[in-house]
């Protein structure tokens, strides 16, 4: 398999702007993470899905941000407007059965300038 | 409110010997704890757990304790490795499933 993919891999964007960071789990992961890392605040759940169905979105800072998971396969977190505070890697991970064991993917470094 | 504390952001090991990276936390609820390494510009990968209800788990050169008494667990690895260079970060998880984390150490083997 080829883990969790992400994309793109960097992002720069000018503040105010739309961005979207898109995440592949690995095939048969029932659960999907987004988390954010900054130095500040070091690693952050943002929003977790089960079998597609967000669960938990109360680490999602603010109306700006929002998560989908329209399929098995596929999800996307939205940043509209993007603000220079926004700035850091942002990572998917998904696991089966459980929260414990999640494989994460390689991050998206977002700078909003 | 930081529910898992790593105080150590780094260490620095003589390759050879044995590395102890240290976590505490302050929820007693917190039933399943875990250790990811992180190397840079990659996603944290998932390196060992433990449940509550053991002390130790070993796999390899890795060892996980846990002191449920002083809310502390530790990781060791003996022997280190270069490759073992890396960020640690602990993990723990609570009532809700939710893994709560740590801030990480940086864990820097000398040759």
């Known amino acids: 398999d080829a883990g969790v993919i992400q994309s793109p891999r960097h992002e720069v964007t000018e503040m105010g702007q739309e961005v979207t960071l898109r995440c592949k789990p690995i095939?048969?992961?029932?659960?999907l993470f987004w988390y954010r890392q900054t130095m500040m605040r070091g690693l952050e759940l943002l929003i977790y899905f089960n079998n597609n169905v967000p669960i938990d979105d109360s680490g999602m800072p603010e109306d700006r941000f929002s998560a989908k998971m329209p399929n098995a396969s596929f999800s996307t977190l939205k940043i509209q407007p993007s603000e220079p505070r926004d700035s850091a890697v942002y990572f998917c991970a998904s696991s089966r059965g459980s929260h414990y064991e999640q494989y994460f993917g390689p991050g998206t470094r977002l700078t909003v300038t | 409110d930081q529910q898992v504390k790593q105080n150590s952001p780094s260490l620095s090991v003589q390759e050879g010997r044995i590395s102890i990276l240290n976590c505490d936390y302050t929820?007693?609820?917190?039933?399943?704890f875990l250790w990811y390494k992180k190397y840079p510009a990659e996603g944290p990968t998932f390196l060992i757990s433990?449940?509550?209800i053991k002390d130790k788990n070993e796999d390899g050169r890795f060892t996980v304790f846990l002191n449920k008494s002083a809310k502390h667990l530790s990781l060791h690895i003996v022997p280190s490795q270069p490759g073992d260079s890396a960020v640690y970060f602990c993990?723990?998880?609570?009532?809700?499933?939710?893994?709560?984390w740590g801030a990480g150490t940086k864990l820097i083997i000398k040759p």
């Open positions: 095939s048969g992961h029932d659960y």
């Open positions: 433990i449940s509550s």
């Open positions: 929820n007693s609820m917190f039933d399943y």
């Open positions: 993990a723990a998880s609570d009532s809700n499933y939710q893994l709560i």
